[in-house]
Nanobody, 124 residues
Framework: QVTLVESGGGLVQAGGSLRLSCAAS????????MGWFRQAPGKEREFVAA????????YYANSMKGRFTISRDNAKNTVYLQMNSLKPEDTAVYYC?????????????????WGQGTQVTVSS
């Protein structure tokens, strides 16, 4: 069993930055890929970014490329999401997840552990 706790969300003005953290406990996740998803009010949860177990490869949704950076520190069992040049449309609850199953990095069904989420609000 893995427990994920996200932190770092908050209110920021458009153009600003936030760094989200996701700490895993219960078992080590250093051998597993991890990802970030987000869900805006009234919308479906969508893929944001993912990182392989070693951190050597990363994947991003098109709208986040160049603005968001995912990274991980396996010694701390933690994954990060650096978000720059934030826009009001980035407002959502951001969730981290562990990819324990098959399937592509972009699909929710490939992730079997989820955090409770952290709210990010970007004001215009």
């Amino acid at each position: 069993q893995v427990t994920l706790v996200e932190s770092g969300g908050g209110l920021v003005q458009a153009g600003g930055s936030l760094r989200l953290s996701c700490a895993a406990s219960g078992r080590t996740v250093s051998s597993l890929a991890m990802g970030w998803f987000r869900q805006a009010p009234g919308k479906e949860r969508e893929f944001v970014a993912a990182v392989t177990w070693s951190g050597s490869s990363t994947y991003y949704a098109n709208s986040m490329k160049g603005r968001f950076t995912i990274s991980r520190d396996n010694a701390k069992n933690t994954v990060y999401l650096q978000m720059n040049s934030l826009k009001p449309e980035d407002t959502a609850v951001y969730y981290c997840a562990v990819k324990g199953g098959g399937g592509g990095y972009y699909y929710m069904s490939a992730y079997n552990y989820w955090g409770q989420g952290t709210q990010v609000t970007v004001s215009s």
